[in-house]
């Protein structure tokens, strides 16, 4: 290349300079730190950079010790580690052990910095140069998703706590933004202070104190703000002359002195435009004053905050929902059961009477009434026993079964004579595999379960259609089946139809949604599973399985 010809990307040298003075000028535009030290580590450049970063001009820092720039608590390693650099062979290298290092602006803020180092010998002198550069906003955005990437994890595994939950926001709030976190509840003017927390251990007292203070929601108050302006709110310095104006009273006010803040920041606690409280932040004097980034932050933790506030509530009304239906049950088991026993034993009475009678005349209507009387009275009697075995069933417990040898034959053709009254015009018809083995259950259970099944079936299949009832060997069981010749049941619902509770048309009053959940209780306390098989316009079979009677037993099984 001549002379005269140029490299893309250069640029012509600065005329009249010379190579000395270009160079210079490069370094002192440059917007890293660019800091030259001698071998005594005092300060022999300091560029525009580092002016920009530390905050010092060149002028205060030429002739200063480097260490100047650095946190106390690293200045004497950090003296060795610079030594040992000059007198080794390594001309560069990077510096820290981790992957940066901890500046000290001139107003006493530290921050991460990345840097290298490197040396050349010039007229018997070592001369050390350090470029670095401020990474603390990046430092701080890896900081701040990870822990809060921490937090949700950890209050979505405390989210159905709900006083673990506060505890867990207020702990995790000091951990990484505040001295102090206040959680407030509730939408003004019902508000209330549940929760106290600080990163000193010691301050436990004083905690306890701010908690126990009973708030009056129309006089001042920290989150008063935040709350009633559903707002983030930021106070970055907070002086002595404004707590007066926090306070309730005089007691409040040395409640707040007590907690030395700084610097606070409030955010609202809202969950799809429904306020559940606030987070008060709050930095005294060990921490710096909170800026809008940091309450960039503090509305990222108040939202994972809120929804597991929210998640943690509508646990509890769940659960005191269900604590509520369950007494209603036991109110239903315990004062219906003797009048409904009443109904039948009186209803059974009247029916020997009217045989032994004689009446001739009135005999077939009785007959019709009492019938249907009895028929009604005993179906409140098995949806009292369904509604207590779903309450059992909700509360983990395994549904009671009295286990013994039992003929698969016998309880099917059981299960169909008993079905046979409700049948009217459908087909009800039975298929036995040759030489069924017994099984082991429970026969009224198992006989529960037929009849919902085949019940269900018969309510779903239309006029002239057919009901099949059978068993077979599969697997070293013996599994039942009812199919029909219904209208089948949708791919999207027949995940919902063992839930308790569901029923595929809400407006059907012909039951509680409880015996497909119930018929699955039994059988899986069989040790056997139940299962479905449908298409929309081909029917549904329902498939139940039950264990073989051992050989020993099976010799004792009664007779088909």
């Known amino acids: 290349m001549d002379r005269g010809e140029h490299m893309p990307g250069m640029q012509d ?39 920009k970063i530390f905050g010092y001009t060149a002028a205060e820092m030429l002739g200063q010790p480097l260490e100047l720039l650095l946190p106390e608590r690293f200045r004497l390693i950090h003296r060795r580690l610079m030594r040992q650099f000059a007198q080794g062979r390594i001309t560069a290298r990077r510096m820290g052990e981790r992957r940066h290092i901890v500046g000290l602006r001139k107003g006493g803020e530290e921050f991460s910095a990345e840097a290298s180092i490197s040396k050349i010998e010039l007229e018997g002198e070592h001369i050390l140069t350090v470029i670095l550069r401020d990474i603390s ?50 939408d003004p003017p019902r508000v209330r202070l549940v929760e106290v927390a600080h990163r000193d251990p010691d301050k436990r007292e004083v905690a306890a104190s701010m908690r126990g203070f009973t708030l009056d929601a129309s006089q001042p108050y920290l989150a008063r703000q935040t709350m009633e302006g559903r707002q983030p709110v930021l106070v970055s310095d907070v002086s002595s002359d404004m707590l007066p104006g926090m306070a309730q009273n005089s007691e409040h006010l040395q409640l707040l002195r007590r ?39 503090a509305a990222q933790l108040g939202r994972l905050a809120s929804l597991a506030l929210e998640n943690a509530r509508l646990y509890q009304s769940a659960r005191r929902s269900t604590e509520a239906r369950d007494v209603v049950l036991g109110i239903v088991a315990h004062d219906l059961r003797n009048p409904l026993n009443t109904i039948l034993m009186v209803t059974h009475l009247l029916q020997i009477t009217v045989e032994r009678s004689g009446w001739t005349r009135p005999t077939e209507n009785l007959d019709k009434w009492l019938n249907s009387l009895s028929s009604s009275a005993q179906r409140m009697n098995r949806l009292i026993e369904d509604l207590l075995d779903v309450s059992r069933l909700e509360a983990g ?11 698969a034959r016998a309880l ?10 409700q049948a009217g015009t459908l087909h009800l018809t039975l298929e036995l595999a040759e030489d069924l083995p017994p099984v082991l259950g429970d026969r009224d259970r198992l006989l529960q379960v037929f009849s919902n099944l085949v019940g269900n079936a018969l309510k779903f299949t239309p006029p002239g259609g057919r009901v099949r009832l059978g068993a077979r060997v599969e697997g070293g069981q013996v599994e039942f089946f009812v199919a029909d010749t219904g209208p089948g049941i949708p791919p999207e619902a027949r995940a919902h139809l063992f839930e308790r509770f569901w029923q595929l048309h809400r407006d059907d009053r012909r039951g509680a949604g409880l015996g497909l959940s119930i018929s699955k209780g039994i059988i899986e306390a069989h040790g056997g599973r139940i299962r479905v098989e449908s298409e929309p316009g081909q029917g549904s079979t329902f498939f139940f399985s039950v264990p073989i009677a051992s050989g020993d037993a099976s010799a004792k099984a009664p007779a088909s």
């Open 13 to 51: 040298e600065p005329k009249g300079a010379s190579p000395e003075a270009w160079i210079a000028e490069i370094i002192a535009g440059a917007s890293d730190a660019i800091i030259s030290t001698n071998d005594a580590q005092l300060i022999t450049l300091f560029n525009t950079g580092a002016e």
């Open 137 to 186: 906003e990046q430092w701080r955005r890896e900081e701040e998703q990870h822990f809060l990437m921490n937090a949700g994890a950890l209050l979505s595994a405390t989210s159905l706590d709900y006083d673990r939950t506060l505890s867990r926001v207020a702990q995790l709030a000091t951990e990484s933004l505040a001295d102090w976190c206040l959680v407030y509840l509730g």
């Open 259 to 297: 907690l030395a803040p700084r610097s606070l920041m409030g955010v609202p606690l809202v969950v799809n435009d429904q306020m559940l409280g606030a987070l008060m932040f709050i930095a005294s004097a060990s921490r710096r004053p909170y800026t809008p980034r940091d309450l960039q932050f």
């Open 397 to 407: 417990q395994t549904l009671s079964v009295r286990m013994s040898v039992q003929s």
């Open 412 to 421: 099917l053709e059981e299960a169909l004579e008993a079905s046979l009254p």
